[in-house]
């Protein structure tokens, strides 16, 4: 079954310090993955996504992701945090493989930047 | 740039009310979604909808709940007999310009639903 894990529930940077944020994928066949971001009582914004090709995506705010098939991850990093980019953030698996089309999300990191 | 939009923004309801939520896709967009999420969990999938007719729901999505898109603009979801645990933030999103073809989906900002 397809399913998104995000092991760390929580995570406290430093302003200016780089970021990783993990994510492990389970999906049958070639996934398409999504990070969102969501701040406190707004929506889910895009940071970025990957289809196919090249493994290494870039994404707004200065955000980049991997993905590695090995290791079923998509890992989101950023080099630089800002202060503004606490907020929680959220993987997804989209599954195509019916025309559900539907995302299977991770329960998110909440991110806190201290300065 | 075109986004989707949710009305309102935060429901106060009684338990066993009828609520409809709406939501407004983006224009040229084929599929349409509906999730949840309760406070300090993560976003669930409940249904997709494409050309008029469910393509897929989860077990959330009972038989307390419908969807509908009544017009060329709106997407509604109806939960009959509201209950204490459906109190959630309810996202719409819409993807898609053609069948063949997957898109991300663009999130509405939500709405807040609050069972009493």
């Known amino acids: 079954a397809q399913s998104v894990t995000q092991p760390d529930i929580h995570i406290t940077v430093s302003e200016g310090a780089s970021l990783e944020l993990r994510c492990n994928y389970s999906?049958?066949?070639?996934?398409?993955l999504f990070w969102y971001v969501q701040s406190p009582g707004q929506g889910l914004q895009l940071l970025l996504k990957?289809?196919?090709?090249?493994?290494l995506v870039q994404g707004i705010k200065g955000f980049e992701a991997e993905f590695k098939r090995s290791q079923s991850s998509f890992n989101l990093r950023k080099p630089s945090v800002h202060w503004s980019d606490a907020a929680e953030y959220f993987c997804?698996?989209?599954?195509?493989?019916?025309?559900?089309?539907?995302?299977?999300f991770g329960t998110g990191t909440s991110l806190t930047v201290i300065p | 740039e075109p986004e989707v939009t949710q009305t309102p923004s935060h429901q106060v309801t009684q338990m066993g009310q009828e609520v409809i939520l709406r939501c407004v896709p983006i224009?040229?967009?084929?599929?349409f979604y509906w999730y949840r999420q309760i406070l300090g969990q993560k976003v669930e999938f409940l249904v997709s909808f494409y050309n008029n007719e469910i393509s897929e729901k989860s077990e959330i999505f009972d038989d307390q709940f419908s969807v509908e898109r009544p017009d060329g603009s709106n997407f509604t979801l109806k939960i009959r007999s509201t209950k204490l645990e459906d109190s959630a933030m309810y996202f719409c999103a819409s993807s898609g310009t053609g069948k063949s073809s997957y898109n991300e989906q663009f999130f509405g900002p939500g709405t807040r639903l609050t069972v009493l």
């Open positions: 999906y049958g066949a070639t996934p398409y």
């Open positions: 224009s040229n967009h084929l599929y």
């Open positions: 990957y289809f196919s090709g090249d493994t």
């Open positions: 997804a698996v989209g599954d195509h493989s019916n025309t559900g089309n539907q995302f299977y």
